[in-house]
């Protein structure tokens, strides 16, 4: 088990309250987003589990970058690192063979983050309906992805016991089953949702962490969902879930690596498109292509809404040497794979699909083990891109 840095407290408190002032009066802070529970007194520190807006000193990012760079001084070797390309649905479908819907919990702040996922008329009441959940929520969150990070599935590999598994013909019966639903519907001149005025899109939904809360809070509006991920067995939890109601939700396979799945919706037919935790997994060669994709999908006007890993969060400084794939990509014990985003990675990544920037924060938190007295600094990603409308001809 990897050991958990332990920051002095009094070290970490007289920081924070150095720039608690500071904070207080930047306009890099916003006023509403990202929460606003401030550390101004170190006898604080622990009565808490989660301190919002965090500042680095100098000395902080340059530790967080030598332990970056030592842990990526030994990289697994070229001729192992495919598998973790091609066999990426393998792995995944494993993970949620072996946690079902038990590892993550509901994201209930989606909504206080980013309203733009309900039709203009509908944010405020539903901002306001979450508000009281707000810091349990991102707490809940926050613990969730930690979880994924400390080894709770590391400990149990699920690779050592599925070593005879055909590889590539579970990678190929993964995108045939994206690639035969999908064109089924589009093949239809009607699909899924065509007479919602309001119409989302979730990528990399996995059990439906995202989805049940969005929708309980579309039922009653003129808006319907899509959901994907590129493994069968975490789409039929989700069709599995009570929650689950096909008139205003459709989950379905597929793979947003593979250019020849298509979707079952025409382009141009989205308001929204979010992504939460996904882009990191996949190899950051491929991002472009799969953003490029997608982005044809929304609506002029429409928004895509991001959150991810942010580059030396506490988990990307926690592995150990021999699980680089590249640099700031690493593969974790259970063959999953996450990248670590910088605010400028994620501006160009969007950016050139098209996209015009409407915010892009880094979300830095310190994050408390109050029993055990230890203070882990977390760093996410925080970005929404909205596609422009054509110039006006006239």
């Given at each position: 088990m990897n050991k958990v840095k332990r920051f002095s407290v009094a070290k970490v408190a007289a920081v924070f309250i150095r720039f608690s002032m500071r904070l207080?009066?930047?306009?890099?802070?916003?006023?509403?987003?990202?929460?606003?529970?401030?550390?101004?007194?170190?006898?604080?520190?622990?009565?808490?589990?989660?301190?919002?807006?965090v500042q680095w000193t100098e000395e902080d990012k340059?530790?967080?970058?030598?332990?970056?760079?030592?842990?990526?001084?030994?990289?697994?070797?070229?001729?192992e690192q495919g598998k973790f390309v091609t066999a990426a649905c393998q792995y995944w479908d494993m993970f949620y063979e072996i946690h079902q819907d038990k590892f993550f919990k509901d994201r209930r702040w989606l909504f206080l983050e980013f309203p733009e996922l309900l039709p203009s008329g509908?944010?405020?009441q539903s901002t306001n309906t979450c508000h009281s959940h707000q810091q349990a929520a991102i707490q809940l969150c926050s613990a969730s992805r930690l979880d994924t990070e400390t080894g709770k599935h590391q400990r149990c590999n699920p690779i050592d016991h599925h070593r005879n598994t055909d590889t590539f013909n579970f990678q190929e019966?993964?995108?045939?089953?994206?690639?035969g639903t999908n064109e089924?519907?589009?093949?239809?001149?009607?699909?899924?949702?065509?007479?919602?005025?309001?119409?989302?899109?979730?990528?990399?939904?996995?059990v439906g962490n995202s989805v049940f809360p969005i929708v309980n809070n579309i039922?009653?509006?003129?808006?319907?969902?899509?959901?994907?991920?590129?493994?069968?067995?975490?789409?039929?939890?989700?069709?599995?879930?009570?929650?689950?109601?096909?008139?205003?939700?459709h989950a379905f396979v597929h793979d947003i690596c593979d250019k020849m799945a298509t979707f079952p919706f025409p382009p141009q037919s989205l308001d929204v498109i979010l992504a939460v935790f996904v882009l990191s997994s996949i190899h950051p060669e491929r991002l472009q292509d799969v953003v490029n994709h997608l982005s044809a999908y929304l609506k002029h006007g429409g928004v895509l809404l991001f959150r991810d890993y942010g580059r030396y969060d506490f988990s990307q400084l926690r592995f150990k040497k021999g699980r680089c794939l590249s640099e700031n990509f690493y593969t974790r014990g259970d063959g999953t794979c996450v990248y670590f985003f910088t605010k400028e990675e994620v501006h160009d990544l969007f950016s050139k699909a098209g996209l015009e920037e409407i915010q892009n924060l880094e979300d830095r938190r310190l994050q408390v083990n109050r029993g055990k007295k230890v203070v882990m600094r977390r760093v996410w990603m925080q970005s929404k891109y909205r596609k422009p409308y054509p110039p006006s001809t006239s």
């Open positions: 207080k009066s930047s306009d890099s802070r916003p006023s509403a987003p990202l929460g606003s529970r401030i550390l101004t007194s170190p006898d604080d520190i622990f009565k808490h589990n989660m301190w919002d807006h340059e530790n967080a970058r030598q332990k970056a760079e030592e842990n990526s001084t030994v990289r697994l070797p070229l001729n509908e944010r405020g019966s993964c995108q045939q089953a994206a690639r089924a519907a589009v093949d239809d001149s009607a699909f899924p949702g065509q007479r919602a005025s309001f119409r989302i899109l979730e990528v990399g939904c996995g039922k009653e509006t003129d808006s319907f969902l899509y959901c994907c991920d590129f493994s069968p067995r975490a789409i039929q939890l989700v069709k599995n879930h009570p929650d689950y109601d096909d008139s205003v939700c």
